[in-house]
């Protein structure tokens, strides 16, 4: 077998392994068409050219795993989801942190309970004289430390969605 035949016989079986997840009649028809162009292209002497054209068999096959909604689909739905879960994340992150800073700035902002209804609210002291606090400064603590680790998961999530390689 000329040195040549054995180049393309080689490509195609790497680009066949690289195919595997496809279904086998799309990957022969990829792999054949792909021997076809190389094969033509030997014949005028240009089998470089189209190697490089190709590129990689790996990296070629990567373009058919993103038509066949198993690179490209997949990769948008990760990034979509994860930035959704970083919003909602960075949206609970700001809710802790002002809840902290209103405890702290405002005296009469708290966790109160009025003791005739049992109601439970967070906010200004109510109109009711019978209100009592029942989280004190522990409040503002709990809120600032729960609003800090919101945010720095926050930036991680929207950090780690956004790192192609990182999806498998």
């Known amino acids: 077998m000329p040195a040549h035949a054995q180049l393309i016989a080689r490509y195609c079986a790497d680009l066949e392994n690289a195919l595997k997840k496809l279904p086998l009649a799309d990957r022969r028809d990829i792999v054949e068409e792909a021997a076809l162009h190389l094969q033509e292209s030997d014949a005028q002497g240009r089998l470089d050219v189209a190697l490089a054209a190709f590129g990689p068999a790996r990296e070629y096959a990567l373009r058919f795993h993103d038509r066949s909604g198993q690179g490209g689909a997949r990769w948008f739905n990760v990034r979509v989801s994860g930035l959704a879960a970083s919003l909602i994340l960075g949206l ?3 809710c ?4 902290g800073i209103g405890d702290l700035l405002l005296p009469r902002f708290g ?12 906010g200004l002291a109510g109109a009711s004289a019978r209100t009592v606090e029942i989280a004190g400064i522990w409040l503002a603590a709990a809120a600032l430390g729960c609003g800090l680790v919101m ?3 926050s930036i991680q999530t929207a950090r780690l969605s956004l790192e192609r390689h990182r999806v498998t």
């Open 96 to 99: 802790f942190l002002a809840t």
């Open 111 to 122: 966790l109160w309970v009025n003791p005739d209804s049992g109601a439970i609210f967070l």
């Open 151 to 153: 945010g720095v998961l």
């Open 92 to 94: 609970l992150a700001f």
